[in-house]
């Protein structure tokens, strides 16, 4: 008997060692990619190339948003008494700048990212050890060390499925992974594209499990950026068989790749908001407004739709019904079932439809899609669908022959762009309210999708699907 504790003991004393040496290992793994390993363009690859070595100080380049650029002090007129006012104004905003570098490097970064927090990690150590063990023993999962154009050491897991793609070819794509703010590709949302049948790469924020760094704005797009430059020029991937999927958070990564990489296939948005400003004020102080918006704005500048609207392909979003997480409904109650009116995916649609078809989503088309975006149930969402008599084939037929008469009429240097004819479109000019409200119903159905589910629970494998095409 006391061989047998010892046996057991000696067992779990063996775990206690490989999840404490679960980040030292990866400290001396050897590099697998850096941001600067790309090779020269060809037709089988991406066209964008690395950074130079000056440009890689500072990172890769964001976007950034209205609000940012109309917060930003206007240029100072010429003259000594013009630049003195200069110098007070900046000397006067010193204490509030310092105020919100202060918050947005303590309890700002513990609450916009709580899986970099050295004590979740350590919590979730036997946790990440045994998905890592799972995604390599059962899915033959590759795990790899890339460098980022910050110097960021960032933790990759790559399950192909090439070999295998199945009869839907799915694993001929590659879905890459963008977590949520405690997410880890160990037991993150991969887990529904890997299930469905589909290559995988998962990574992990910079700060999070083994994965070096801080997870600010700056250094997640670093991060991303070499992901997809790993994707495209050593796992050998065409660009348009390249899926981002971004879950809660992970938005604004998943939009700035393919915002940056627009030849990429697809988007996936799962459970993500538009911007992250109405997110934070609900949950802090209202005294502290002023400094919120400030710290958000120019520290945590996570400007999802602006992104989203700068990517000309397919895109789906992922709207969670029971979602209390991105919604800004009142904090104080708990959440109804179907309510889903304070959803921040709400603007996200409305903001990408408002771009990409102007013409449909004027008055009438803005009003019919808000009413059905207040839609607390499938039932619901089919009644006002068949309400308004949406003929599918007619709104096909329509897109269709307006995409051709613009081939028809594009002039001969005009080049399309990856996905074809360029947002946004003119369609929908001329044509009557009720069609009007038809065609924007039909938009809104087939970029939107309702899942029944909480914020954080794992979405099943069936719900995730590739965006429409038309």
Same mark, same amino acid.
């Given at each position: 008997m006391c061989v047998v504790c010892f046996?057991?003991?000696?067992?779990q004393v063996f775990k206690i060692?490989?999840?404490?040496?679960?980040?030292?290992?990866?400290?001396?793994?050897?590099?697998?990619? #850096?941001?600067?390993?790309? #090779?020269?363009?060809?037709?089988?690859g991406s066209g964008h190339r690395a950074l130079t070595c000056t440009a890689a100080v500072a990172g890769v380049w964001l976007l950034q948003d209205a609000a940012?650029?109309?917060?930003?002090?206007?240029?100072?007129l010429r003259g000594s008494r013009s630049q003195m006012q200069c110098l007070l104004q900046q000397i006067r905003e010193l204490p509030s700048q310092l105020a919100s570098y202060v918050l947005a490097h303590s309890l700002g970064r513990w609450l916009v990212y709580p899986g970099s927090m050295f004590l979740m990690t350590r919590?979730?150590?036997?946790?990440?050890?045994?998905?890592?063990?799972?995604?390599?023993?059962?899915? %033959?999962?590759?795990?790899?060390?890339?460098?980022?154009s910050d110097g960021n050491e960032i933790d990759t897991m790559f399950m192909d499925r090439r070999q295998r793609p199945g009869g839907q070819g799915r694993g001929l794509h590659l879905v890459i992974c963008c977590e949520g703010n405690a997410g880890f590709y160990e037991m993150g949302c991969?887990?529904?594209?890997?299930?469905?049948?589909?290559?995988?790469?998962?990574?992990? %924020?910079?700060?999070?499990?083994?994965?070096?760094?801080?997870?600010?704005p700056q250094h997640d797009a670093n991060a991303i950026d070499v992901v997809v430059k790993y994707a495209l020029h050593r796992l050998h991937f065409p660009p348009a068989q390249v899926v981002i999927y971004g879950w809660s958070i992970g938005g604004f990564t998943a939009t700035w790749a393919t915002m940056t990489y627009p030849e990429l296939g697809a988007l996936v948005l799962d459970a993500t908001f538009d911007d992250l400003v109405p997110l934070a004020l609900k949950v802090m102080p209202q005294s502290w407004k002023g400094l919120v918006v400030r710290t958000v704005r120019e520290h945590f500048n996570l400007n999802v739709a602006e992104q989203l609207c700068s990517y000309p392909g397919p895109v789906l979003l992922v709207r969670r019904t029971l979602d209390d997480v991105v919604s800004t409904s009142d904090p104080l109650r708990p959440l109804a079932s179907g309510d889903v009116e304070g959803n921040r995916g709400n603007e996200l649609?409305?903001?990408?439809?408002? %771009?990409?078809?102007?013409?449909?989503?004027?008055?009438?088309?803005?009003?019919?899609?808000?009413?059905?975006?207040?839609?607390?149930?499938?039932?619901?969402?089919?009644?006002?669908?068949?309400?308004?008599?949406?003929?599918d084939e007619w709104c096909l037929t329509l897109l269709r022959s307006y995409r051709a008469r613009c081939k028809d009429r594009q002039d001969a240097g005009q080049a399309w762009g990856p996905h074809g004819l360029p947002f946004p479109w003119l369609v929908g000019q001329g044509l009557s309210r009720r069609r009007r409200r038809q065609l924007a119903l039909f938009l809104a159905r087939k970029h939107l999708k309702n899942v029944e589910a909480t914020h954080c629970s794992p979405l099943e494998p069936e719900d995730f699907q590739l965006p429409w095409r038309l």
């Open positions: 046996v057991k003991a000696l067992v060692y490989l999840t404490a040496n679960y980040t030292d290992n990866f400290r001396s793994w050897p590099v697998d990619f #850096r941001w600067d390993d790309v #090779r020269a363009p060809s037709a089988g940012l650029r109309a917060d930003a002090p206007a240029r100072p919590a979730l150590l036997p946790l990440l050890q045994q998905g890592q063990e799972r995604l390599v023993e059962r899915y %033959h999962g590759r795990r790899a060390k890339l460098v980022a991969l887990s529904a594209p890997l299930e469905a049948g589909y290559s995988v790469l998962g990574w992990n %924020h910079p700060g999070f499990g083994a994965s070096t760094g801080e997870p600010f649609l409305l903001r990408l439809l408002q %771009h990409r078809y102007p013409a449909v989503m004027a008055r009438e088309g803005l009003a019919v899609v808000a009413r059905w975006l207040r839609a607390s149930s499938l039932a619901q969402e089919a009644a006002l669908y068949a309400r308004y008599r949406v003929d």
